[in-house]
């Protein structure tokens, strides 16, 4: 493997979230590029453009949906996931130096938690495959969230 492709920041400019956020909104975006961190990088773009927390889930949550049916993968999502993550996102985005470009946030993001296993330090996996975790928030099992 090559370890620069490893080091190399993902976006090099906020216009790379701009279209990766644009290209996953209108579908155009290959489902194997839609990756962790994709995720990662549009919920960002959502917390970082949004009002409150709650619209950028809402945000989130329906561009998922839209991106799933497209795809025919409707029966991946996980309300509890999705809200994990926007909730990780947005104490990262807190925290993180406002005056630094996005994609350079974005980037550090990445750098510090593109690993989806990071949810199941908080929850097993039996309880984010409940139907009840899929359809809506559950608090988690293992260990209450810190931030």
């Not at 990662?40 to 949004?50: F, G, K, Q, T």
């Not at 509890?80 to 947005?90: E, H, P, S």
């Amino acid at each position: 493997m090559n370890v620069e492709s490893e080091t190399r920041p993902r976006y090099l400019s906020d216009r790379d979230l701009e279209e990766l956020v644009e290209s996953f909104e209108s579908c155009a975006l290959p489902p194997a590029e839609f990756d962790h961190g994709a995720h990662l990088a549009v919920a960002l773009w959502y917390l970082s453009r949004c009002p409150c927390a709650a619209t950028a889930a809402a945000h989130m949550r329906e561009g998922l949906h839209r991106f799933a049916a497209h795809n025919n993968a409707q029966g991946n999502y996980n309300e509890t996931l999705t809200l994990f993550w926007i909730k990780l996102v947005r104490r990262f985005l807190a925290q993180a130096d406002a005056a630094r470009p996005l994609a350079e946030r974005a980037n550090e993001l990445l750098a510090t938690y593109n690993n989806s296993k990071v949810a199941f330090e908080y929850y097993s996996r039996a309880r984010v495959q409940t139907p009840e975790a899929k359809a809506s928030w559950v608090e988690p099992d293992l260990k209450p969230l810190d931030f």
